[in-house]
């Protein structure tokens, strides 16, 4: 795909070469898309790649900051959080104003800013709402305290369309320990007793030929979700990608099932064009179509 192609073709999706005769701008309706989640000042997840997700899928991306972090591709060395209400402004300013067709949250680091933000979500009815809950590091390592967690799991999660934990989170939220394939569909279906209608209980955190499997629970099936395995120590972001991905299709008008498919192929292309920068996990490759051109 050459660069003129790609400025008028994205996904498939076919744009008009914009005319460079025509004298009046030319008003195009886009869909939105929230996320509220800290910075990577590293911009290889947070709401850097949210907002780049977002942009790939032709979607307008807005954001609410819920804290700063400090860190790189070898790991985080600071966290700030933002003020509570420093947040809910955020979020009632992009809501009041521009209205959102599709929210994520990602890192919510406290117990306050949670049951804050799950306040916003009923009081202003935010649709599509898709819960990375960003407690357990793919590694195992816990990023938040179990107030946070019982606040993310009690009041936030019953109010998700879908929530995505990878294995740990999936661990904490069923009380499950997560070995093999069947332990993610029981651990997906205990989760679904939360109260999300739709659970993915995701598989990079698993060993050998489970790494990267996925198990999506609805209520009523569980299907398993596979894709090409890439190899890569270049894979950071790719659970904030991976989310945003999904919200990014719900604002697009796509079924929950089909988001969640075309998200993940997203993220699998983009590890296939990861970037090798700094000394440690670079991130994936958000804008690969320009790395093709």
Do not use: W
């Not at 934990?165 to 997560?178: C, D, F, T, V």
């Not at 050998?208 to 972001?237: A, C, I, M, Y």
């Amino acid at each position: 795909m050459n660069k003129s192609q790609l400025t008028n073709s994205v996904r498939g999706r076919q744009y008009p070469a914009p005319n460079n005769q025509d004298s009046e701008p030319r008003l195009t309706e886009i869909p939105v898309a929230l996320t509220i989640a800290g910075s990577d000042s590293g911009g290889g997840a947070g709401i850097q790649a949210d907002l780049r997700t977002f942009s790939f899928h032709c979607v307008h991306g807005t954001s609410a900051l819920t804290c700063v972090t400090a860190q790189n591709t070898q790991g985080v060395t600071r966290v700030d959080a933002l003020p509570v209400a420093a947040v809910v402004a955020q979020i009632e300013a992009v809501v009041q104003d521009i209205g959102v067709q599709a929210t994520k949250t990602g890192m919510l680091l406290n117990q306050e800013i949670i049951e804050a933000v799950a306040a916003q979500v009923e009081a202003l009815k935010l649709p599509n709402l898709v819960v990375d809950p960003v407690m357990v590091s793919r590694t195992g390592a816990q990023l938040i305290d179990n107030e946070a967690v019982a606040s993310l799991r009690d009041v936030l999660i019953p109010k998700a369309l879908i929530v995505t934990p990878n294995r740990y989170e999936a661990q904490i939220l069923s009380g499950l320990q997560i070995h093999t394939l069947d332990d993610m569909r029981a651990a997906a279906q205990r989760i679904y007793q939360l109260g999300a209608p739709i659970v993915l209980v995701k598989g990079g955190g698993m060993m050998g030929s489970l790494r990267g499997v996925d198990v999506l629970f609805d209520g009523k099936k569980l299907e398993t979700l596979t894709t090409t395995l890439v190899e890569t120590q270049n894979n950071h972001g790719t659970g904030c990608t991976l989310s945003s991905a999904i919200a990014a299709n719900l604002a697009l008008g796509k079924e929950p099932l089909t988001a969640v498919r075309l998200a993940k192929d997203y993220v699998t292309t983009a590890l296939q064009y990861a970037l090798d920068i700094g000394e440690g996990s670079g991130p994936v490759g958000h804008f690969f179509p320009l790395m093709q051109a």
